[in-house]
């Protein structure tokens, strides 16, 4: 024991337990060691062991524990924390507890674990490894933020950033199973109780950024992909908007813009199958209870540039190697005052023509080619007439002795071997 100092400007006694040094050479010349131990008992506990630092007005002791240098081409020495084994319990836990500290003024203080810098080589690793289990589950590893009266702490994790090279990548990836489903991964924003605050939290998916020029300064892809099965279905990949009393959230799929090329195009495919059919696609807009039922839209791309033709739309059905090729139908919605109409207009011309409509069906090698029917449906209300058929051709109103207006021909087939097609107006 040491003697207390009753000095106000003086200090206590140290205490000093060290080791002796070796001045010589060779393989086996070591510094001695230093070993404290406590006690065994082979009928109840074994005893402790504690470290107690002393208390100040000002600050509390400090404690440091350092491990040796390698001052010559040797390593520095190692440092291991590792608790006894349990034979008919658990093993020792391993806590790591940073004081509270209960000034107005002052913040928690913090825990660093740091890995080595290296001058030559790769710089240190850190793992964290939970517990394996011959018989049952895994032990499991948790990081959370601190619980704060105003925000909660936040948990930040980033890779090294590079100077040459390629900065360090970041994996997530739930373990292998011999016999079970593998882990999931879960990403969740935790709900809004407070109805003054804003929105929920938001989950950001973004890859990286190119600030450099040149043909392969490409930006980073983002890839979802849904889990493959060898002997079953395929995982499914579902994106959904959030519901909500007032409006639901919007879903919005856009390739990016583009200032010296073109821009990203989007494309949604099904996949193939070799045993079955090909997946649907179905674009549909959900029903609603009041107003009037909302749109589907589809614009093709506008062009300014000088000799560059505005973008097209084309809708064709499937083709069949073995049987009947798919329909196409484009039908106007049912009403209970006014069935919806239905429009085709070719796009007006400028300086030249206006486009065409073309109505045709396909050719046949072995059979009957399709017909092209127009035809008015019957109506049963008594106080009202039928619907009409009206062709017209084009007006002309320009003074030119070469223009006129439009033509209609109507003329029927002609048969090689046959009789030619038939003329009827009833």
């Given at each position: 024991?040491?003697?207390?100092?009753?000095s106000?400007?003086?200090?206590?006694?140290?205490?000093?337990?060290?080791?002796?040094?070796?001045?010589?050479?060779?393989?086996?010349?070591?510094?001695?060691d230093?070993s404290v131990?406590?006690g065994?008992?082979?009928?109840?506990?074994?005893g402790?062991?504690?470290?107690?630092?002393?208390?100040?007005l000002?600050?509390?002791?400090?404690?440091?524990?350092?491990?040796?240098?390698?001052?010559?081409?040797?390593?520095g020495g190692?440092?291991?924390v590792?608790?006894?084994?349990?034979?008919?319990g658990?093993?020792?836990?391993?806590?790591?507890?940073?004081g509270s500290?209960?000034s107005?003024d002052?913040?928690g203080?913090?825990?660093?674990?740091?890995?080595?810098?290296?001058?030559?080589?790769?710089?240190?690793?850190?793992a964290f490894?939970s517990?394996d289990s011959?018989?049952?589950d895994?032990?499991a590893?948790?990081f959370?933020?601190g619980?704060?009266a105003v925000n909660?702490?936040?948990?930040?994790?980033?890779?090294g950033?590079?100077?040459?090279g390629?900065?360090?990548?970041?994996?997530i990836?739930?373990?292998?199973?011999a016999?079970?489903?593998?882990?999931?991964?879960?990403?969740?924003?935790?709900?809004?109780?407070n109805?003054?605050?804003k929105?929920?939290?938001?989950?950001?998916i973004?890859?990286?950024?190119?600030?450099?020029s040149?043909?392969?300064?490409?930006?980073?892809?983002v890839?979802?992909?849904?889990?493959?099965?060898v002997?079953s279905e395929?995982?499914?990949?579902?994106?959904?908007?959030?519901s909500?009393?007032?409006?639901?959230g919007?879903?919005s799929?856009?390739?990016?813009?583009?200032?010296?090329?073109p821009s990203?195009?989007?494309?949604?495919?099904?996949g193939?199958?070799?045993?079955g059919?090909g997946?649907?696609i179905d674009?549909?807009?959900?029903?609603?209870d009041?107003?009037s039922?909302r749109?589907i839209?589809i614009?093709?791309?506008k062009t300014t540039?000088?000799?560059?033709?505005?973008?097209?739309?084309t809708?064709?059905?499937?083709e069949?190697?073995?049987t009947?090729g798919?329909?196409v139908?484009i039908?106007?919605?049912a009403?209970s005052?006014?069935?919806?109409?239905?429009t085709?207009t070719s796009?007006?011309?400028?300086?030249?023509?206006?486009?065409?409509i073309?109505?045709?069906?396909?050719?046949?090698d072995g059979?009957v080619?399709?017909s092209?029917?127009l035809?008015v449906?019957?109506?049963?209300?008594?106080?009202g007439?039928?619907g009409?058929?009206?062709?017209s051709?084009?007006?002309?109103f320009?003074?030119?002795?070469s223009?006129?207006?439009g033509?209609?021909?109507?003329?029927?087939?002609?048969g090689?071997?046959?009789?030619?097609?038939?003329?009827?107006?009833?």
């Open positions: 024991a040491v003697s207390d100092s009753g106000f400007d003086g200090r206590s006694g140290s205490v000093t337990i060290q080791a002796g040094s070796h001045a010589h050479d060779g393989a086996s010349a070591s510094g001695g230093v131990s406590s065994s008992s082979s009928h109840s506990h074994g402790d062991m504690t470290f107690s630092l002393g208390n100040g000002l600050s509390g002791g400090s404690y440091s524990l350092t491990t040796g240098s390698g001052t010559g081409l040797g390593n190692d440092f291991s590792v608790t006894g084994d349990g034979q008919g658990r093993g020792g836990a391993v806590s790591f507890i940073i500290t209960s107005g002052g913040n203080a913090f825990f660093s674990i740091v890995a080595g810098t290296s001058y030559g080589q790769n710089g240190g690793s850190i490894t517990g011959t018989v049952t895994s032990g590893i948790s959370t933020g619980h704060g909660g702490g936040p948990i930040s994790m980033s890779s950033s590079a100077g040459s390629d900065s360090g990548d970041i994996t990836q739930s373990g292998a199973t016999t079970g489903k593998g882990g999931s991964i879960s990403i969740l924003v935790a709900d809004s109780g109805s003054n605050a929105a929920s939290g938001d989950v950001t973004r890859a990286g950024k190119h600030a450099q040149g043909p392969l300064a490409k930006g980073g892809s890839s979802i992909t849904a889990g493959q099965s002997q395929g995982g499914a990949l579902s994106l959904a908007s959030g909500g009393q007032t409006m639901s919007d879903v799929l856009a390739s990016g813009v583009a200032t010296g090329g990203g195009d989007l494309s949604i495919s099904t193939a199958a070799t045993g059919k997946g649907d674009v549909s807009v959900g029903d609603g009041t107003g039922g749109s839209t614009v093709a791309g540039g000088a000799g560059g033709d505005g973008g097209s739309i809708m064709t059905a499937g069949s190697t073995t009947d798919g329909d139908s039908s106007a919605g009403g005052v006014t069935g919806g109409s239905m085709f796009g007006a011309g400028g300086s030249s023509d206006s486009g065409s073309s109505l045709s069906t396909g050719s046949t059979g080619s399709g092209i029917s035809s449906a019957t109506s049963g209300d008594s106080s007439s039928s009409s058929i009206s062709l051709a084009g007006d002309h320009y003074e030119d002795s223009s006129s207006g033509s209609i021909s109507l003329s029927t087939g002609i090689n071997h046959s009789t030619g097609g038939s003329f009827s107006l009833t």
